[in-house]
């Protein structure tokens, strides 16, 4: 049996731009990536037909619902900036996301994920965030609910290692998937060393 992924997908920000351009006869829809740097897609459609845009900062025009959307074409940041920063600064601040891996079996951090652990404070003492996620994950090595215990054991690691730091520890809220919502799919009785992870969202 392979263990099931939840897919999370950011709320893309051409979709608060196309309600505030709109009100003037004309559309625009204007792809920015997410913090993370991921860019997703989106189909404009009018009764004349489709254009799809999905490349970062590419903006395609819909002049009625007649017309065809015009042709993609790439916004400079810029330009951007200019037409759209009282939007952009009315955004909320999008989460902040860090992974961090640990070795087979255990609770311990991999010595990659250890270097990780100060970008993680800093962002956290930034924004003075009393909003933090910290969810565990297995493989699917071992059964099911040696796994569970496993995650949430990372878990909680990880939240110590925060509190030690100084993050008060009201502000942490763990959680524990054990083997399900793998970041790589596999079978039962597989290691996978990006699937033995701690997921950190700061909000």
Not at 108 to 125: C, F, G, H, M
């Amino acid at each position: 049996m392979t263990k099931s992924r939840y897919s999370y997908w950011p709320l893309f920000l051409c979709f608060l731009l196309v309600l505030l351009s709109g009100c003037s006869g004309k559309t625009t829809v204007i792809l920015l990536p997410d913090p993370d740097g991921h860019v997703g897609q989106v189909s404009v459609m009018t009764k004349s037909g489709v254009v799809e845009i999905s490349k970062a900062g590419e903006a395609t025009i819909a002049r009625s619902m007649e017309a065809l959307p015009d042709s993609p074409e790439v916004v400079s940041e810029e330009e951007i900036q200019a037409k759209f920063s009282d939007v952009l600064a009315r955004l909320p601040v999008q989460p902040v996301h860090h992974v961090l891996y640990f070795k087979s079996e255990s609770t311990q951090l991999t010595a990659q994920s250890r270097k990780t652990i100060p970008e993680v404070l800093l962002v956290i003492e930034e924004r003075e965030s009393a909003n933090i996620s910290v969810i565990g994950h297995t493989d699917t090595a071992g059964d099911e609910e040696y796994n569970r215990q496993l995650s949430l054991k990372r878990a909680q690691a990880v939240k110590k290692l925060l509190v030690q730091n100084g993050v008060e520890p009201e502000s942490i809220e763990i959680d524990s998937h054990g083997e399900y919502n793998l970041l790589i799919q596999t079978g039962d009785n597989v290691h996978e060393s990006k699937n033995r992870r701690v997921e950190v969202v700061v909000r």
